[in-house]
């Protein structure tokens, strides 16, 4: 138990390192760079104030208006985040319609039309020409290290769902494990929980019993994985205090 602790625990902190590393290139993108120091610390206080308050966003705009602020750019800070959130968003699409074939033959057709949706809300989305112009700004030079850091991230959250599978007795084999993960995963992401609960264990359980193992079991490993991402993100309480690091350094470097 405390191996598999402390391997969540670092999947977690990885992927805050690689989403922290993504967003500045974002905002550097922008014309409005924060440092990696700054922006990890940002991205951890995010994910815990993401897993305690309702939403499941609250924390990312948190991160994006505090951003804004200090910069003198608030717009720019909020967009900066839902750039951030839609690359990874977009890259983990991606993964799971690779994964489709991994998944039992009753979830492959419903699985293709939910994604289908989804690319197509993206698409409609990128047709409006000040949206278009401001992603190519911001991932202009930077799109395949946005994209590998988005991928790996993605791989963070999708081993530390295996691990909650495993931890709650699911014996089903691990490629059909990694397709359910990334189809969870995308619905978590869905702005509508209570403290980080809610879609994802909504889904899961549609997608564990349609798979046929069972809608209990896909609750209860999405609890599982929800008690461990929070625990994992229980160190971003040290982040909650404490000015811009960033701005206070070059102010004092000014005097």
Same mark, same amino acid.
């Given at each position: 138990?405390?191996?598999?602790?402390?391997?969540?625990?670092?999947?977690?902190?990885?992927?805050?390192?690689?989403?922290?590393?993504?967003?500045?290139?974002?905002?550097?993108?922008?014309?409005?760079?924060?440092?990696?120091?700054?922006?990890?610390?940002?991205?951890?206080?995010?994910?815990?104030?993401?897993?305690?308050?309702?939403?499941?966003?609250?924390?990312?705009?948190?991160?994006?208006?505090?951003?804004?602020?200090?910069?003198?750019?608030?717009?720019?800070?909020?967009?900066?985040?839902?750039?951030?959130?839609?690359?990874?968003?977009?890259?983990?699409?991606?993964?799971?319609?690779?994964?489709?074939?991994?998944?039992?033959?009753?979830?492959? /057709?419903? =699985? +293709?039309?939910?994604?289908?949706?989804? @690319? %197509? !809300?993206?698409? &409609? $989305?990128? *047709?409006?020409?000040? #949206?278009?112009?401001?992603? /190519?700004? =911001? +991932?202009?030079?930077?799109?395949?290290? @946005? %994209? !590998?850091?988005? &991928? $790996?991230? *993605?791989?963070?959250? #999708?081993?530390?769902?295996?691990?909650? =599978?495993?931890?709650?007795?699911?014996?089903?084999?691990?490629?059909?494990?990694?397709?359910? *993960?990334?189809?969870?995963?995308?619905?978590?992401?869905?702005?509508?929980?209570?403290?980080?609960?809610?879609?994802?264990?909504?889904?899961?359980?549609?997608?564990?019993?349609?798979?046929?193992?069972?809608?209990?079991?896909?609750?209860?490993?999405?609890?599982?994985?929800?008690?461990?991402?929070?625990?994992?993100?229980?160190?971003?309480?040290?982040?909650?205090?404490?000015?811009?690091?960033?701005?206070?350094?070059?102010?004092?470097?000014?005097?």
């Amino acid at each position: 138990r405390h191996t598999r602790y402390w391997r969540d625990w670092s999947s977690d902190v990885c992927s805050s390192d690689l989403c922290a590393r993504r967003w500045s290139l974002l905002t550097t993108g922008l014309g409005m760079a924060i440092p990696f120091r700054e922006a990890y610390r940002g991205c951890y206080r995010a994910q815990l104030l993401n897993a305690t308050l309702p939403g499941g966003v609250l924390g990312d705009l948190h991160r994006g208006y505090r951003h804004g602020r200090d910069a003198g750019a608030l717009g720019r800070g909020l967009r900066s985040v839902v750039w951030d959130r839609a690359s990874g968003q977009v890259v983990q699409v991606g993964l799971a319609v690779a994964a489709v074939p991994l998944l039992p033959p009753a979830l492959r /057709g419903w =699985a +293709l039309a939910g994604l289908a949706v989804l @690319v %197509l !809300l993206g698409l &409609a $989305l990128l *047709a409006a020409a000040p #949206v278009r112009r401001e992603a /190519g700004t =911001a +991932l202009h030079g930077v799109w395949p290290e @946005v %994209l !590998l850091l988005s &991928a $790996l991230a *993605a791989g963070g959250h #999708v081993l530390v769902f295996l691990v909650a =599978a495993r931890t709650a007795g699911v014996t089903a084999s691990t490629p059909h494990l990694l397709a359910l *993960a990334l189809l969870v995963l995308l619905a978590s992401a869905l702005p509508l929980s209570i403290a980080g609960w809610g879609p994802r264990e909504g889904a899961a359980a549609w997608a564990f019993g349609t798979a046929g193992l069972g809608a209990t079991t896909g609750v209860e490993v999405a609890v599982v994985y929800g008690v461990m991402s929070l625990v994992a993100t229980l160190p971003g309480i040290l982040a909650l205090e404490g000015g811009p690091a960033w701005r206070s350094e070059e102010h004092t470097s000014e005097l």
